[in-house]
């Protein structure tokens, strides 16, 4: 099925369960999500995203201290209803959504990252998907230095033709920036046990299915390492409009 209608109703799913072992020296005590940016946990900034562009419905999918991740947002936040899903073990980011697939509602699903922050305008990333009859959609962001990230490459037209590890050359380039638009019919594909990546297994086999990258301008942020997280603080001082 095609996408249509309006983004405010896909489900969105938030994958918010890593272990955030990189962090740790500095996040020792909570999910990397909970993290502190300007007083406030990391994962508020990406649900002010969602209340902005008007989305009703969040699945967070946690695992690693996750009772901490409901405690700290409860049910609710602004307009946003939010439901769980805890894996009792990693899945892997593809994984948790499988884990999370009977409580999706809608035929497309909106998937983040929980640790990293795309200053894109999620309902034209939905007009262009929609445009490109798209079975599934990454944001892409530019980097001066694709060596921390891996690389993404897209055609003409936007369709995704290829992916690059993580390698020790440097320079500029198109790298993921951890904002999907998925059919649910393809998370359907995800294998039904273990441990499964979306970056590393589902989407190299999704090429050539309808698989696009939306290149946007937006800036980008994770906080994935120490050095990236102590940048949050800036990021965020800046704005978003």
């Known amino acids: 099925m095609l996408a249509s209608g309006d983004i405010a109703d896909a489900t969105v799913a938030i994958l918010a369960g890593g272990l955030g072992t990189r962090l740790r020296p500095v996040v020792a005590d909570r999910p990397k999500v909970l993290a502190e940016v300007r007083r406030r946990p990391f994962l508020a900034y990406l649900l002010d995203q969602l209340v902005n562009a008007g989305l009703k419905y969040a699945v967070l999918c946690t695992g690693y201290m996750g009772e901490q991740v409901r405690a700290a947002f409860g049910d609710t936040y602004g307009c946003l209803h939010l439901f769980y899903s805890q894996e009792s073990s990693p899945l892997g980011t593809a994984g948790a959504l499988r884990l999370a ?141």
């Open 101 to 241: 697939l009977p409580l999706f509602k809608s035929d497309f699903v909106l998937v983040m990252n929980g640790d990293s922050f795309s200053n894109v305008n999620l309902s034209a990333f939905w007009a262009w998907h929609c445009e490109h009859n798209a079975n599934a959609t990454l944001v892409l962001t530019k980097m001066l230095d694709t060596t921390r990230y891996g690389r993404v490459h897209v055609d003409a037209d936007g369709s995704v033709v290829g992916f690059d590890e993580k390698t020790e050359k440097r320079g500029p380039g198109w790298i993921n920036a951890g904002i999907y638009l998925l059919n649910h019919r393809l998370l359907l594909t995800i294998p039904a046990s273990g441990t499964v990546s979306l970056e590393r297994e589902m989407f190299p086999a999704w090429m050539g299915r309808g698989l696009y990258g939306y290149q946007s301008k937006g800036r980008f942020l994770d906080i994935g390492t120490p050095e990236a997280y102590a940048n949050a603080e800036q990021f965020f001082s800046l704005g978003l409009g």
